[in-house]
């Protein structure tokens, strides 16, 4: 179904709202404030409508409230922890949300994400296009179409946690004392082991917990 006719069956059929006079002064701030072109299908939508809700289970945000899918999912403080091009966009209740990943991918689509906060390490690829979203979403019958484990592919997102969340969560590893006497066995580290390691303090917490050491010294 052409773009066209994908925004006419949701202005007949769903509610929304009409775009502002505004609106094209609202899509290119967007672009400046974040360094990325939205996709021309989102833009042309997005010209013609301000926001809307399919069938009452999709809520197709205005533009201004696009975010980051790290901080719609969890806080500001989590913006970091996805990719800087993945932005949500629809809301679709319980704190989940469907996301599009601005830059092209390697297969030069603008992928669709199923972004569940209960999920931090993969995210199932929905759609390959905005319009696509949109197609799916209004066939669907007021349904997440999307949910049912392995109807989709998916990726992994790396695990890249807030420093200020770290260092809260680990707090007590910032003071496991060095007492040696063996020497920390990471090669030009020169400090001390802590207690049943072979490892320093911070190359003992960066290798049980995976993630960078957040503490300074």
Request: proline residues 6%.
């Amino acid at each position: 179904m052409a773009l066209g006719d994908l925004i006419s069956a949701i202005q007949t059929s769903h509610r929304c709202e009409l775009a502002l006079s505004s609106a094209a002064d609202q899509l290119d701030a967007f672009e400046n404030r974040t360094g990325f072109s939205l996709p021309s299908d989102l833009r042309a939508f997005y010209l013609k409508i301000h926001r809307a809700e399919i069938a009452g289970r999709y809520r197709l945000l205005p533009v201004e409230h696009f975010e980051r899918t790290g901080s719609a999912l969890q806080g500001v403080e989590w913006a970091d922890s996805e990719p800087p091009s993945w932005y949500a966009f629809c809301d679709v209740d319980d704190g989940n949300f469907v996301g599009i990943e601005l830059e092209r991918s390697v297969e030069g689509h603008h992928r669709i994400f199923d972004c569940d906060h209960e999920d931090v390490s993969t995210r199932s690829v929905i759609a390959v296009s905005f319009s696509d979203f949109l197609q799916r979403a209004l066939s669907a019958g007021g349904r997440l179409y999307y949910l049912g484990e392995g109807r989709f592919p998916t990726i992994e997102v790396p695990y890249r946690p807030p420093v200020a969340y770290l260092r809260r969560q680990y707090e007590k590893w910032s003071h496991d004392p060095e007492v040696g006497p063996r020497v920390c066995v990471v090669d030009g580290c020169g400090r001390l082991c802590v207690s049943l390691s072979v490892h320093c303090r911070r190359h003992h917490f960066e290798a049980i917990q995976r993630v960078p050491y957040p503490f300074d010294e």
